[in-house]
């Protein structure tokens, strides 16, 4: 289920009142951004079945996938895991935003003196809707993820659980930020320190709560069919 983001503006809206309109909706997005970003609060996790046919030989072995079936208007920001055959890959390198195409530089990779036992294990996102893993292998049959990620800047919603759970870190969030502006009509610098300390409480206990493996994760389990290209 979803809940509409101007139910968190409107929470905003009565210590900000002399804050124009725009400005109170970007930040409120904004903060919500932020929030899933910091926290990996927002997590998915899925099973995908492939075989030796589904990898390109060309690309070190490489599988890309495309997440937009299971994570609608979500973008990744961490891979939190990954199973092989229920075997964790622990990858060489993780810079999700990574955009390397020269493949032929990859250690390990077709016409590189690098053997395959010293290719390095490592994904990136290509783009938002996209995960490519490097090195797998034919004998691999079941891939598992659970990623974190956070809406699209453009949303509109946000999930029902999300706004149940962590309404009030939104509104803190948003009323320190915006009352900390400088030089604004609105800027309170008194209460803006307030909710500061509000918003970073509620930052600490959401990754506490990662931590402590108490994030609800949706689970869907996708038969493999084809990945395609980018």
Not at 87 to 116: D, M
Request: proline fraction near 4%; aromatic fraction near 10%; charge should be negative.
């Amino acid at each position: 289920m979803a809940t509409d983001i101007s139910e968190i503006i409107n929470l905003v809206r009565p210590d900000v009142l002399s804050v124009p309109q725009p400005i109170i909706n970007r930040e409120v997005v904004s903060i919500i951004l932020e929030f899933c970003k910091k926290t990996s609060i927002l997590q998915r996790e899925f099973e995908l079945e492939i075989d030796s046919g589904d990898l390109d030989d060309d690309r070190q072995d490489c599988i890309d996938f495309n997440i937009s079936a299971w994570a609608n208007a979500m973008r990744p920001t961490v891979v939190m895991d990954i199973l092989i055959d229920s075997v964790r890959y622990v990858p060489h390198k993780r810079n999700i935003l990574n955009t390397i195409t020269a493949f032929n530089q990859i250690p390990g990779a077709a016409g590189t003196s690098i053997s395959s036992d010293e290719r390095f294990k490592y994904y990136w996102v290509p783009n938002n809707q996209t995960i490519r893993i490097f090195d797998m292998t034919s004998s691999m049959s079941t891939l598992y993820l659970r990623i974190a990620v956070k809406p699209l800047r453009a949303a509109t919603t946000i999930d029902t659980d999300l706004f149940e759970d962590w309404s009030e870190a939104f509104v803190a969030g948003a009323k320190y930020k915006l009352l900390s502006m400088p030089g604004k009509d609105w800027t309170d610098k008194k209460s803006a320190e307030d909710f500061k300390r509000d918003w970073r409480k509620y930052l600490s206990q959401a990754k506490q709560h990662v931590l402590s493996g108490g994030t609800d994760i949706h689970q869907e389990n996708i038969k493999w069919k084809s990945f395609g290209e980018i």
